[in-house]
């Protein structure tokens, strides 16, 4: 079992940027495949990107493609999500995850989930 805390989030103008920290407890943390979602208000929860467990693969939805990067670091325990250019339609609750799959895109495919870091965009 591991348990998920984010930090980070915040308040930022249009183009600006943000990291995300998502920090875990647990040993075996370098064992789950880690991603990133958000939820805006009066939306559904959507993908945002993820990251395998070696940080050899990663994906990231076509809306944040080129803005946002995900990493990891196995010896801190920590995945992070690096935003840049940030867009006003970026403001939404951000959730870190942690999936036992090799791979995961969708947020069935996810167990742990931290409780959330709000990043807002004013424009």
């Known amino acids: 079992q591991v348990q998920l805390v984010e930090s980070g989030g915040g308040l930022v103008q249009a183009g600006g940027s943000l990291r995300l920290s998502c920090a875990a407890s647990g040993r075996t943390f370098s064992s789950y495949t880690m991603g990133w979602f958000r939820q805006a208000p009066g939306k559904e929860r959507e993908f945002v990107a993820a990251i395998n467990w070696s940080g050899g693969v990663t994906n990231a939805a076509d809306s944040v493609k080129g803005r946002f990067t995900i990493s990891r670091d196995n010896a801190k325990n920590t995945v992070y999500l690096q935003m840049n250019s940030l867009k006003p339609e970026d403001t939404a609750v951000y959730y870190c995850?942690?999936?036992?799959?090799?791979?995961?895109?969708?947020?069935?495919?996810?167990?742990?989930w931290g409780q959330g870091t709000q990043v807002t965009v004013s424009s």
């Open positions: 995850a942690a999936s036992e799959r090799a791979y995961g895109l969708r947020t069935a495919e996810y167990t742990y």
